[in-house]
């Protein structure tokens, strides 16, 4: 051993003695961690967080969150000497006048994007695999709140430069605001202290996005993934792998390893982003006053659906005591999204109770092994993206010389019709790939090689698929529907009867699937 | 383009025969729909006292003569020469006096105009149809307003004197000319305007890069993530 080492295993033996650390990092270290690529969504999007906290460190330097009034004076020729907030000036400055003020400016809204575009990824995987299942219902929650923080955060964003598009989006989101049956006006007089636009916006907002948003990121994510160490991670199904274990790698050397890589790739990816494209190039679109808007003003992508959602709204409103209800605002701004989220929210609770599972799950389900749960994220898929496309409405219109009208109206259409198709097809879909497992168990692989057989006939060859593939598509379960009893074995009642006999009767209704090949069928062929 | 034509229209003599020569090309390509005497018909309106900047625009973005009866004239090739267009124009405003052609008026926009205010003009006065930087944007019933990326000086005054279509006319009393060569000096430096960012994805806001942050962003990272899971097996 050398003086060095032997020098630092004194330290460390100082540290151990006084903290015990080495058992603790022994035990953690060595911790299994699964490995698959839909596992790195999740890491996709807690990197791309740790890019905006330090892009945005980087841009408080410079950025003055202020709506007093300046004249600009900088390097950007089109607007010199145009009045204009402090905020608006600040970050023409951090553009054209501080040295990487442009390329830390995009970085950090290609960062944002990359960040929702992978919270919602993650999210759908985990929810078409099945991982908010028990007991990892909080963390789901956990995940909810995150994405509802990830949308508000962004908004407060990109509302900070105060430039004329995203004053056009604080304006629609005062009118929301207002909508808010008797308490709106107040609550709007509130937020922007006093009539809109008013002087203290920019400076509150910058607050929250800053400070109160981020601090409550980090107590959440650090929940998180504490949740996620705890209960360890889930797996896909496979020859080995229980609900009892977990197979993968260990945390330290592998696992750091990569994860640590990745970080770089996702940091190399925006800042490629950021170093070829640009993003929201304020320059361009003015500052705010509210005479003025823009053709074609458009939220950011994860706010697109809502704008959509008010852009296909009927104009309906009431009157009722002098008070004009708007719900033309009111349903698409509040009402849809609270029922969505909140729906979301609580979905592994309803299932739970839709199955009656209440079983602990660490093995993964494949998506196509639970058709009514794959149809149903299809069906949310489907309506989300009919409005997200509603959203850009004018621009499709432009660019495919179609009426706005046309488009409105095939929305208000689609989103009525088009998931309850998705969920339909999806479904079929799911069941027609379990017949297709089952086929593969039964029969094996089509070669693709054909054999004469003796009296001329050709058939073709196959292959019996490996046993370690024959698990993986018979190991999952197929529960019978749920029965609806009047009275447990005990002879007491059974509360709620109403609500028991509707769940019984979804699950007759939804039940179908087509049977995994059990041991008796492979005996059957082994006869053959 | 259409500027060359208008010189000629100082002099007395030329003019006669610019008018008569116009109103032979306006019989064989006008009056069909317009009229024998631009009195205007059953499907195009009538043509006296529009103006020689109203013909001016109209033939010399390649909108008239009007080649099918869609939703709103588009701008396309023109179908005439300068010249011809000039003898049109001639041959319209000699039927009842109307706007002219601002070819003298445009000319100076370069010196007397100011960039910065004629942003702030145009994202008060033309924004709302024709987006922030001049890319245009939907109207309703499938209207729309175009793209300012291919307009002239003089079809940029043209266009507010006259009014085309679905926009409304920004008479001197609503934008004086000295603000109308701002607003142009501004246009002309939309047109020019430096990727400052990098690729400018059109110019249309948030949708194009919410797009990009999918396909390219999240469609590498996705990549990669495969990538290393395979290469670790
Ligand atoms: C700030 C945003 C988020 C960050 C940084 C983040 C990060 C992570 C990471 C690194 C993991 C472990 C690896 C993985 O399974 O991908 C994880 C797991 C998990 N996340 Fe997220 N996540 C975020 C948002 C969400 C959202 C929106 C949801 C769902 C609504 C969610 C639900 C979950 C669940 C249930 C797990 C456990 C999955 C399992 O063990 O299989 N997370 N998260």
């Not at chain 1, 807690?46 to 945005?56: A, D, E, R």
């Not at chain 1, 800053?210 to 990121?217: D, E, Q, S």
């Not at chain 1, 977990?246 to 490629?272: C, E, H, N, R, S």
Request: with cysteine; charged share 15%.
């Amino acid at each position: 051993m050398s003086s060095a080492e032997k020098r630092a295993g004194t330290v460390a033996n100082y540290v151990d003695e006084r903290t015990g650390a080495a058992k603790w990092l022994k035990k953690n270290l060595t911790k299994v961690f699964p490995d698959h690529w839909s596992f790195m969504l999740g890491e996709v999007a807690l990197y791309s967080f740790i890019i905006l906290l330090l892009t945005g460190v980087f841009l408080t330097f410079w950025f003055d969150p202020s709506q007093r009034e300046v004249l600009y004076q900088g390097a950007y020729q089109p607007l010199s000497g145009i009045k204009m907030s402090a905020a608006y000036a600040s970050t023409l400055n951090i553009s054209f006048d501080v040295r990487g003020g442009l390329l830390m400016r995009q970085i950090h809204h290609w960062a944002a994007l990359l960040f929702m575009a992978a919270i919602v990824a993650h999210l759908m995987r985990v929810f078409f695999t099945g991982a908010f299942r028990k007991p990892r219902e909080f963390n789901w929650i956990i995940g909810i709140g995150l994405l509802t923080l990830g949308i508000v955060e962004g908004f407060l964003g990109y509302s900070l430069p105060d430039d004329l598009l995203s004053g056009t989006g604080i304006r629609i989101a005062e009118a929301i605001i207002q909508a808010i049956p008797v308490v709106g006006s107040y609550l709007s007089f509130f937020a922007f202290g006093g009539p809109f636009p008013g002087e203290s916006f920019i400076p509150r907002i910058f607050t929250v996005h800053v400070l109160l948003l981020p601090g409550i990121f980090l107590a959440l994510i650090t929940a998180h993934l504490m949740l996620v160490w705890y209960q360890k991670h889930t797996q896909y199904p496979g020859p080995g792998r229980t609900e009892k274990n977990v197979v993968g790698y260990p945390l330290m050397p592998v696992y750091m390893a990569k994860a640590g890589g990745f970080f770089f790739i996702v940091f190399g990816v925006t800042a490629f982003l950021a170093a070829v494209a640009s993003i929201n190039p304020i320059w361009l679109y003015g500052p705010y006053t509210p005479t003025q808007i823009s053709a074609g003003s458009q939220p950011d992508w994860y706010m697109g659906w809502l704008d959509g959602l008010v852009r296909m709204a009927p104009n309906l409103e009431s009157h009722i005591f002098n008070h004009t209800i708007s719900w033309n605002i009111l349903i698409p701004g509040l009402i849809v999204p609270g029922i969505l989220f909140t729906g979301m929210a609580l979905y592994p609770f309803i299932e739970s109770w839709l199955t009656n599972d209440k079983r602990e799950h660490h093995l993964l389900d494949r998506p196509r092994n639970a058709p009514n749960r794959t149809a149903l994220g299809a069906m949310s898929l489907a309506f989300i993206l009919v409005t997200l496309l509603n959203g850009g409405n004018d621009l499709i219109a432009t660019h495919f010389a179609l009426s706005i009208n046309q488009i409105t109206w095939m929305s208000r259409i689609g989103v009525l019709v088009l998931p309850p198709i998705a969920f339909v097809v999806t479904k079929r879909l799911c069941l027609s790939l379990q017949r297709h497992d089952r086929d593969l168990v039964l029969h094996g692989r089509e070669t693709g090689r054909l054999q004469l057989l003796p009296h001329g006939e050709f058939v073709e060859v196959h292959e019996p698929i490996s046993e370690a593939k024959a698990w993986v598509l018979t190991q999952h379960d197929q529960p019978p529907a749920l029965e609806f009893v009047t009275e447990d074995e005990a002879g007491v009642k059974a509360p709620r009867g109403a609500l028991n006999r509707l769940r019984a009767r979804m699950s007759a209704a939804t039940v179908e699937q087509i049977p995994r090949v059990e041991g008796n069928d492979l005996k059957e062929i082994e006869h053959h | 383009m259409a500027s060359a034509g208008t010189q000629k229209s100082a002099n007395a003599l030329a003019r006669t025969t610019s008018v008569d020569e116009g109103r032979q090309i306006f019989l064989r390509g006008c009056s069909s729909c317009h009229g024998i005497n631009a009195e205007g018909g059953d499907i195009a309106p009538s043509l006296i006292g529009v103006g020689a900047a109203s013909v001016d625009f109209q033939v010399g973005t390649g909108r008239m003569p009007l080649a099918d009866m869609s939703q709103q004239a588009a701008r396309k090739r023109p179908l005439y020469n300068p010249e011809q267009v000039a003898a049109l124009a001639a041959y319209v405003a000699s039927l009842a006096p109307g706007p002219e052609i601002p070819n003298q008026v445009v000319a100076s926009y370069e010196r007397d105009g100011n960039t910065a205010q004629g942003g702030e003009l145009f994202r008060t006065n033309c924004a709302m149809c024709h987006n922030f930087s001049g890319q245009g944007g939907a109207l309703s019933q499938g209207k729309y307003a175009p793209s300012l990326m291919g307009s002239t000086p003089a079809q940029i005054y043209e266009a507010m004197i006259t009014g085309p279509q679905s926009m409304p006319v920004f008479g001197d009393k609503v934008i004086s000319p000295a603000d109308k060569l701002s607003i142009i000096k501004w246009i002309k430096a939309a047109q020019n305007e430096p990727n400052l960012g990098g690729a400018s994805l059109g110019r249309i806001g948030p949708v194009t890069e919410g797009l990009l942050v999918w396909t390219l962003g999240l469609g590498l990272l996705i990549g990669i993530a495969v990538w290393l899971a395979t290469k670790a097996r």
